[in-house]
């Protein structure tokens, strides 16, 4: 696997995007991606699959710690508690105790980035 890296951050140059897989179909194409080596799998809360995401990953046998997990926080949940509230959702939801990315999913020009 060849990786990025920039100011001490490593990351996978190939990741495993994961917009419209569910249930089952969802689990057994994550943990097949693992198998044959990515490393890096992105999901967000609008996707609706980061339970079964964070269950392929503990399923995979491959150890949390070298896999690069990203999500991303919905337009409507930027306002400064709802960004918190939805990273503290997706965690749960994905079982694995951290993200290595926490993304925007799409700026809203009504909630300033600062």
Request: charged share 30%; proline share 5%; hydrophobic share 35%.
């Given at each position: 696997?060849?990786?990025?890296e ?28 693992l ?51 939805a ?28």
């Open positions: 696997m060849r990786y990025l920039s100011k001490g951050a490593r990351v996978p140059a190939l990741g495993l995007g994961t917009q419209g897989l569910l249930g089952d179909t969802c689990i057994r194409l994550v943990r097949c991606a198998e044959v080596g990515y490393r890096f799998v992105d999901t967000s809360e609008e996707y609706g699959n980061e339970l079964e995401i964070g269950r392929a990953i503990r399923e995979s046998g491959v150890d949390r710690g070298e896999v690069f997990l990203a999500t991303k926080v919905s337009r409507g949940h930027l306002d400064r508690p709802d960004v918190r509230r990273c503290e959702a997706s965690l749960a939801r994905l079982g694995t105790g951290y993200a290595d990315l926490l993304l925007v999913h799409w700026p809203d020009p009504r909630v300033p980035l600062a």
